[in-house]
């Protein structure tokens, strides 16, 4: 194949992988920015969204993209009923203490893993894509689903900058995460702000593992490298900051599609964590962070 | 004294609750042998990669495990199966085969993934314990394991490929790309068949390898060469299915080589499924038919039937639940010649592990019928590796239909170890 379109092969493979990474690492970012705790489970949050789209379209029966869309509606909202229970029972009761909240999700993640693994079972399962349209280019053929997924990605980024911005919950949020104390002077209910941050962030991750599921397939070890991916993105970008996050899972996401593409996908990984590495020596607080 | 024997001191009560505690832990030991039933451990791959293998594994089996003991078992005894999960992971392997020792069986069988069973052979020959594994590596038959490591049950790769090769230069073309896992399995692969096929006058023109955790493969496939003539592909792993797909929308409507494929990248998974329309016309390896042929042997209509494939190759109570038919046959085979040999060996305890092994060594043909459903075999007592016929298929109508099966001679190569001359 000649360069040309296998750069245009490569770069929409990376916009792909950028997009479901954007998704995901905002979701990490904004809990972590918010609520000041790194979410070890979001893996696991992500791997719960692709396995109730299983569930969800093979419960709901019929053409394939009625499942598809019943699935991208309750696979989230089923996550995010799961990560506010967390919040309640676990995150609350440890009054959101950064060290204890690690430790204590890390345990979540293993107890979503097992609980997929006896529940969903050790297979890796499909889900059919919404529709089979193949977009044929004089050298290869490319899935036109994997164009809808960068869209759709950017629809939903999008809205949550619209959310966080202009609406007054996203107003609450951004006041909770300048400073607690004096926005819960203010009255507002930070106890419930951070049960609806958490929820949020974890519905993220799980319409990303929605709108991947149909390309790859649903399997209960598939958090690990969405979680490793987002929190490269999330530190290069800036913990906390949204424009940071979306700009740096661009930028990982492109080099490490482009990487893999032209070298190795090993030499991708190890490009990125240098990147995380060098970031973290000449400017802890990211690319996009605010000094603390 | 007297006062002692009518009213029992707290200290004698509970040594007689120690004694009965220690007693009933250990039944084993307190009841003949003889009558007591064969226990087989067998290393599963229940969960990880290797998980859809495993689930056909554990039924099939069970399956076997049935047809034994409804013909009274082995040597008259009953036999039962201890399974345990070892995550398709070589370290946990190692320690399932420890597991399994400690827990009284007689010998363990039934690994399949090559990685584990490199990982767990050592360990098993440590022990001292027969370890038979259901799993095509060549590395029994390098030399590479040890006495107590036999493959009764499954042709290996190199056997596989070099049976293949004159066909595909024959049928499809001599220069090949091959896209194979990144470990040892897919080494096994490149390695004998850019051999076999360069002993054909063709030639491998590009190897792509693909770590077995890989998700997405669409970045690997710019790597195939435009001249390719004939692309080999061979996959494993939760993603198979993803890799097909990948292949499919890759080469869309354009031109695109032959294609010849080990089931292994399909196994599980339905020819039929969506976004697979592409695989018609293209060609499979096949152990063992997945789809019904004409002229099924009885033996394997009886096979079918009791490990629950429906005509089709899925399950008879799930059409989506599709089998890894052309290996998960070599556990069946295998628990049947478990019983030959040990039949011939007179095999009592784990004291006869050593005849058992010996017994295997000493044979030499496998006649098709019950005990070998995918057909007669020849097995070689110094490399304890067994040979079998192989099967071409090519998808039509969505269904994979024979087109070729080779002799026991075509999979046959030059004795790379003697493991008799090896101390036990």
Redo the contacts between chains.
């Keep these: 194949?000649s360069f040309g379109p296998?750069l245009l092969?490569?770069v929409m493979?990376s916009l792909v992988t950028a997009a479901t990474l954007a998704l995901t690492a905002v979701g990490l970012s904004l809990v972590f920015g918010t609520m000041r705790v790194v979410n070890v489970a979001h893996g696991e949050f992500f791997m719960l969204g692709a396995v109730l789209a299983w569930f969800v379209t093979g419960w709901v029966g019929g053409p394939e993209w009625i499942g598809f869309v019943a699935a991208l509606a309750l696979a989230p909202l089923g996550v995010a009923a799961v990560a506010t229970l967390a919040d309640r029972l676990v995150l609350k009761r440890l009054s959101y203490e950064p060290e204890a909240t690690i430790v204590a999700t890390i345990g979540l993640l293993y107890i979503l893993q097992q609980a997929a693994?006896t529940f969903y079972?050790?297979?890796?399962r499909?889900v059919?894509p919404p529709f089979?349209f193949?977009i044929?280019f004089?050298?290869?053929?490319?899935?036109g689903y994997k164009l809808f997924v960068i869209f759709a990605a950017v629809a939903v980024l999008l809205a949550v900058w619209w959310g966080l911005t202009r609406s007054k919950a996203g107003l609450v949020m951004r006041a909770t995460q300048v400073d607690r104390d004096t926005a819960r002077a203010f009255g507002i209910n930070v106890d419930r702000v951070y049960a609806g941050v958490f929820a949020l962030g974890a519905a993220l991750a799980a319409i990303a593992a929605v709108l991947i599921v149909p390309?790859?397939?649903a399997?209960y070890?598939?958090g690990g490298?969405p979680l490793l991916l987002a929190f490269i993105t999330v530190i290069v970008g800036g913990l906390g900051s949204l424009r940071g996050t979306v700009i740096a899972a661009l930028v990982i996401g492109l080099s490490d599609?482009l990487i893999?593409?032209f070298y190795s996908?090993?030499l991708a990984k190890i490009l990125a964590t240098l990147l995380v590495a060098l970031v973290l020596v000449f400017r802890p607080q990211g690319l996009f962070g605010a000094k603390t | 004294m007297k006062k002692e024997l009518l009213v029992p001191s707290r200290r004698s009560v509970l040594k007689g609750m120690g004694a009965g505690i220690v007693a009933s832990a250990f039944p084993g030991y307190t009841w003949a042998q003889s009558s007591a039933s064969i226990k087989l451990g067998f290393q599963l791959h229940r969960t990880g990669i290797g998980a859809a293998y495993g689930r056909w594994y554990e039924r099939t089996a069970q399956a076997a495990l049935k047809v034994v003991n409804d013909a009274g078992g082995i040597n008259g005894r009953p036999v039962e199966i201890l399974f345990e999960d070892d995550a398709t992971d070589p370290k946990r392997g190692a320690e399932v085969v420890e597991k399994l020792a400690n827990d009284g069986c007689d010998l363990i069988f039934g690994p399949l993934f090559s990685h584990v069973v490199i990982g767990s052979a050592p360990r098993a020959g440590e022990l001292k314990i027969p370890y038979l594994v259901c799993s095509e590596g060549y590395h029994v038959a390098s030399g590479m394991l040890n006495r107590w490591t036999l493959q009764p049950g499954i042709t290996d790769v190199r056997s596989q490929v070099s049976s293949m090769a004159p066909w595909v230069a024959a049928n499809l073309g001599k220069k090949v790309t091959m896209v194979y896992p990144d470990y040892a399995f897919g080494y096994d692969h490149r390695d004998f068949f850019t051999e076999a096929i360069k002993a054909q006058g063709g030639e491998v023109i590009a190897q792509i390898a693909i770590p077995p955790t890989e998700t997405t493969f669409t970045r690997y496939l710019p790597q195939i060469p435009a001249e390719t003539e004939v692309l080999y592909h061979v996959m494993v792993g939760p993603a198979v299915l993803t890799f097909v797909k990948e292949l499919g929308d890759f080469y869309g409507s354009g031109a695109r080589p032959q294609i010849f494929g080990f089931i292994d990248s399909l196994e599980a998974v339905d020819t039929a499924s969506p976004g697979l329309e592409f695989l018609e016309g293209t060609y499979f390896w096949e152990a063992m038919n997945r789809v019904k042929q004409d002229g099924q042997s009885e033996a394997e209509t009886a096979y079918r039937a009791a490990v629950g494939v429906d005509d089709n190759g899925a399950s008879v109570t799930d059409a989506a639940d599709v089998s890894t038919y052309s290996h998960m046959f070599s556990v069946w085979e295998t628990l049947h010649t478990i019983k030959a040999g040990m039949e011939a060996a007179g095999y009592q305890s784990t004291a006869d592990r050593q005849k058992f092994v010996e017994a295997l060594e000493a044979m030499t043909t496998m006649a098709e019928g019950p005990g070998n459903p995918q057909g007669d075999k020849v097995f070689n007592g110094k490399t304890h590796q067994v040979f079998g016929h192989q099967n071409i298929s090519q998808v039509t109508g969505g269904k994979m239909m024979r087109v070729h099966r080779t002799s026991i001679e075509d999979g046959q190569y030059p004795d790379a170890v003697d493991y008799t001359t090896m101390s036990f």
């Design positions: 194949m296998f092969l490569a493979e693994l079972g050790p297979e890796a499909p059919e089979n193949r044929q004089p050298w290869f053929g490319y899935s390309i790859q397939q399997h070890l598939m490298e599609g893999a593409f996908p090993t």
